[in-house]
């Protein structure tokens, strides 16, 4: 199918601490992902992005980790902040889609001080 | 270098009245994609345009429409507005054909009364 789907709703952090948000995607096929961070009133923020060939990518204090065996995909955020606070997506791209992007549900991270 | 910017910010329109909304992309990229984005159904796909032609196209009924000019800016209209159009309506640049960094604009609010 299409579904793109996130383990869970709602992550809750204590301030430091390090987040790891979850993704499941079920088509094979996809091959580039990309995680988005989107705050209230605004349009979805390019965080990191990771093609199939590679299994982690690193950002600055963001780390995503693709495992395609299990089609799971993470993204870690190491000491979380209070601006940390957000909606996290993730989106697939599949190969000879163009652009088109199918995003998951999202993760509401709410980083407690 | 300027982000994509997407006009109006806001907009109100009544049942049956039709809509365009407009998109600038980051100078240099000559695709953008449209995606509907809904508390209930999260963010969906609507089409893509690259090059003025429109190369990928989501489930969405025939009053959604698009088209793309010749400095890549873009247009969405919707016609016949209905209730469950209120959305925000987000645009995404991309700079290369295929499987590349989607960059979003800050969305168009628009509500249906």
């Known amino acids: 199918g299409e579904s793109v789907g996130l383990h869970l709703p709602t992550l809750s952090v204590q301030e430091g601490d390090n987040s790891i948000i979850n993704c499941a995607y079920s088509?094979?096929?996809?091959?580039?992902f990309i995680w988005y961070k989107q705050e209230s009133g605004k349009g979805p923020q390019f965080i990191i992005d990771?093609?199939?060939?590679?299994d982690k990518r690193q950002g600055q204090r963001v780390t995503v980790l693709l495992n395609k065996t299990v089609k799971h995909l993470s993204l870690q955020i190491a000491a979380t902040q209070p601006g940390d606070s957000a909606v996290y997506f993730c989106a697939e791209n599949r190969a000879g889609g163009g652009n088109k992007l199918t995003f998951g549900t999202g993760t509401q991270l709410k980083v407690e001080l | 270098k300027a982000g994509v910017t997407q006009t109006p910010r806001y907009l109100i329109k009544t049942r049956g009245q039709q809509v365009t909304l407009s998109c600038s992309p980051i100078?240099?990229?000559?695709?953008v994609s449209w995606y509907q984005q809904t508390p209930g159904q999260g963010l969906q796909f609507l089409f893509e345009?690259?090059?003025?032609?429109?190369?990928n196209k989501g489930n969405f009924p025939g009053r959604f429409s698009g088209r793309q000019f010749s400095n890549s800016r873009s247009e969405m209209n919707v016609s016949t507005l209905e209730l469950g159009d209120s959305a925000l309506y987000l645009c995404?640049?991309?700079?290369?054909?295929?499987?590349?960094?989607?960059?979003f604009g800050q969305g168009t609010r628009l509500t249906v009364v």
């Open positions: 990771i093609r199939s060939n590679m």
């Open positions: 345009y690259f090059s003025e032609t429109q190369r």
């Open positions: 100078s240099g990229h000559r695709s």
């Open positions: 088509n094979s096929a996809s091959d580039y």
């Open positions: 995404a640049s991309s700079p290369g054909t295929s499987n590349t960094e989607a960059f």
